[in-house]
Structures are given as structure tokens and as C-alpha cells.
């Protein structure tokens, strides 16, 4: 199509055709439309002229929409949609390209898929600031209650009621040993009772990931050696690579160059995993650019159990 054979028709001429089709008056139209009646005549004559036909019969009563009419509308009707979506679209693009967003992480969480997703979010949007804080779950927790950070990226389960959740996937843990570890080259898998007789780098007492793993042995009658405690999985992967210990831990975060050399064995069935997910205050509306990295977030983290 060439550019000679396009209408000429503004919005506010389509809008115009739209307002007298529903109030059946060019009075009544020119009130809503906030213009005078002589005015809202020659925009129609206009959009007629354009177009070649009628669109309205016009008696002493009622305007009425002729046969020409009745096939335009509903085309003016979709135009005017698909401009104001566009427009709505773009301002919501330009809006999330700006600002700072505040996200609050599980530290083994930071070690799997995000980096890759906020690299690409980010080198989209250079205009807005990301910041990172990573912790453990409570204190994402805190961070979200606190108003600290937008949202977070943590555990799910036994949330507490001012919070909602959108689950992601489920991280598997995994035990990690020094090279030429007794349990290293196995071809079983490591049992809870594998473990009890072994010293563990662990989080502390109060933290999630040690409660879960204390509950785990306490339900088969075992009792875990925590002789290391520390409060970064960075530390901890450092004190099993000098042989202070064994480690459970989400396997994400056990990526990365912390990680490099060490042995990952996998947890006899059942196993230990927990769901992690998106938490955001309840009743908090974020600004456009959380927004827009929380439905980023959501659509493009990888399906499924997260064990690697």
C-alpha cells in the first residue's frame, strides 16, 4: 500500500464518528465532546468526504448510521482501542526504564538463574538502578515488611499472611564435600544417617535452611554434628574446600567460582527441597520498574526443580 491511498482520518475524527453513533444526536454529541454543534458537523463532513460516503442519515429527530455507517464503526471502534493500548504501552515502557528497584534475595537463589535474567533486564533498561541484597529468608523478610526492598526472591512455604507469593520452582539441596572426601565417588547416594557422623559448616540455629535441616534428621532419630557456623555461603564453601566439614545446601549455591573443586552428592530420596517464589507486600503498589523486573522474572525463570 502506498502512502497516497491512506486515509487521512485522525483519532479525534474517529472519536468524533463514535460519539454521535452513541448518543443518536449531534447536540447531544457536541456536549460530550465539549465543542459546538456547527464544529462537530464539519468533522463529520470531513470523515464523509474522506471516505466517500454517508455514514448518518439525518432527520428532525434522530441521526441515524447508514449501511456505510454501520460497516465503519466498529473499525474506528478497533482503531481507537489499538491506539489507546499502544500509548499505554509505550508510557508503561518509558516509565519502567527509569528509577531504582529494590529486590531482597535468598543468597542460593542469587547464585542461579538471576544473574543471567538481571544482566539482560538491565542492559535494557540502563536507566535504572538494581539493587541486590542478598540474606537469608527472614531477612528478606524483614526487608519486605520494612518497606526496604520492592519485593523478594526467597522460600515460599509457611509465608506468613501479609505476604503474597508466586512460586518459581523447587531447589534440591545437596551436600558438598572436600575433594577426596570418604563420601566422594560413591555411586549411592548420601543418606541423612551418611551424614549424622559427620562435622557440618552450617548457617545458624535460628536461620530457615538449619531449622529444616535439623527437623530432617530429628524426624529419622538422628541428631547433625554442627561444629562451623557462619553466616555466608561463601565462607562456608571456603571452610569445606580446607576440610572443616561437610556442608547441606540449596545446590544454586554452589555455582559460581565458591563452588569450583568442591564434590556435590546427591541426598538419598526423599531428599530435602523447598519452593522458592516471588514475595511481595500485600496492598503495596510498586512503581513501574519493580513491576516491570517482577513480571520479568516471572515469565523467564526456568521451569521446574532448580538443582543446578
Known amino acids: 500500500m502506498t502512502h497516497t491511498k491512506v486515509p487521512d482520518l485522525s483519532t479525534r475524527q474517529l472519536l468524533a464518528v463514535m460519539t454521535v453513533a452513541e448518543q443518536g444526536s449531534f447536540v447531544a454529541a457536541a456536549a460530550v465532546l465539549k465543542c ?36 465503519f464503526l466498529p473499525i474506528a471502534e ?55 541484597r ?13 518497606g526496604v526492598a520492592d519485593f523478594g526472591l526467597t522460600y515460599v512455604d509457611d509465608l506468613p499472611d501479609d505476604v503474597s507469593a508466586q512460586p518459581l520452582g523447587r531447589e534440591h539441596f545437596v551436600v558438598v564435600a572436600p575433594p577426596g572426601h570418604a563420601l566422594v565417588g560413591r555411586d ?44 555466608q555461603f561463601a565462607s562456608m564453601l571456603r571452610l569445606v574446600r580446607a576440610g572443616a566439614g561437610l556442608a547441606i545446601v540449596p545446590a544454586g549455591a554452589v ?31 510498586l512503581g513501574p520498574a519493580a513491576a516491570g523486573l517482577l513480571a520479568t522474572l516471572a515469565e523467564t525463570w526456568p521451569a521446574g526443580v532448580i538443582d543446578a
Not at 456547527?38 to 441521526?63: C, Y
Not at 540474606?135 to 528478606?140: F, W
Not at 546427591?266 to 511481595?280: E, F, K, N, Q, Y
Open 36 to 71: 459546538s454543534q456547527p464544529g462537530l458537523t464539519r468533522i463529520i463532513r470531513r470523515v464523509e468526504d474522506v471516505l466517500g460516503a454517508a455514514l448518518f442519515e439525518r432527520t428532525t429527530r434522530r441521526v441515524r448510521l447508514t449501511q456505510a455507517g454501520r460497516e
Open 78 to 132: 478497533r482503531l481507537l482501542h489499538e491506539i489507546r493500548m499502544a500509548a499505554r504501552n509505550i508510557r508503561e515502557i518509558a516509565a519502567e526504564s527509569r528509577g531504582r528497584v529494590v529486590l531482597a534475595c535468598i543468597m542460593s537463589a542469587a547464585a542461579g538463574p538471576l544473574p543471567a535474567i538481571l544482566a539482560a533486564w538491565s542492559a535494557a533498561r540502563p536507566s535504572v538502578e538494581i539493587h541486590l
Open 134 to 146: 542478598e540474606g537469608v529468608h527472614g531477612a528478606v523478610l524483614a526487608e519486605i515488611h520494612g
Open 188 to 231: 549411592d547416594a548420601v543418606s541423612l544417617a551418611d551424614i549424622a557422623s559427620e562435622r557440618l559448616v552450617s548457617f545458624p540455629p535460628e536461620s530457615r535452611t538449619r531449622r529444616m535441616l535439623d527437623a530432617a534428621a530429628a524426624e529419622v532419630g538422628l541428631a547433625f554434628q554442627h561444629v562451623l557456623t557462619v553466616t
Open 255 to 285: 555455582n559460581g567460582p565458591s563452588g569450583e573443586g568442591l564434590a556435590r552428592l546427591s541426598l538419598a530420596p526423599p531428599g530435602l527441597s523447598r519452593r522458592i517464589g516471588l514475595v511481595t507486600q500485600r496492598g503495596r503498589d
